[in-house]
């Protein structure tokens, strides 16, 4: 079964930066599609960002470059960099993944979440 393990979240004050992994396991197949996504209390989850294998990239425009997604696909891991964080950025953040191609953003395979908390 494919497990996404997320470690990285914590607090922060605002202006701070933090840095979030993804590990995947479980599959004999590459991921094609791995990203980013969060949910505050009371909203919706949101993309946050996402790439592909071949490093093709896609950003929410919520987040105004402050953020930066990477991979290592030899270790089957997704990073995701977060500068200049603002108390508005805290949320649950999920890993997410995919194996198929052509699908977007949103992908099969969700992590547990690693909570963000950002304060003023």
């Known amino acids: 079964q494919v497990q996404l393990v997320e470690s990285g979240g914590g607090l922060v004050q605002a202006g701070g930066s933090l840095r979030l992994s993804c590990a995947a396991s479980?599959?004999?197949?590459?991921?094609?599609?791995m990203g980013w996504y969060r949910q505050a209390p009371g909203k919706q989850r949101e993309l946050v960002a996402c790439?592909?294998?071949?490093?093709?990239?896609n950003y929410a425009g919520t987040i105004k470059g402050r953020f930066t997604i990477s991979r290592d696909n030899a270790k089957n891991t997704v990073f995701l960099q977060m500068n200049s964080l603002k108390p508005e950025d805290t949320a649950v953040y999920y890993c997410?993944?995919?194996?198929?191609?052509?699908?977007?953003?949103?992908?099969?395979?969700w992590g547990q979440g690693t909570q963000v908390t950002v304060s003023s």
């Open positions: 479980g599959s004999m197949f590459s991921f094609n599609v």
């Open positions: 997410n993944a995919d194996l198929r191609a052509g699908l977007g953003c949103w992908g099969d395979y």
């Open positions: 790439m592909s294998r071949g490093g093709s990239t």
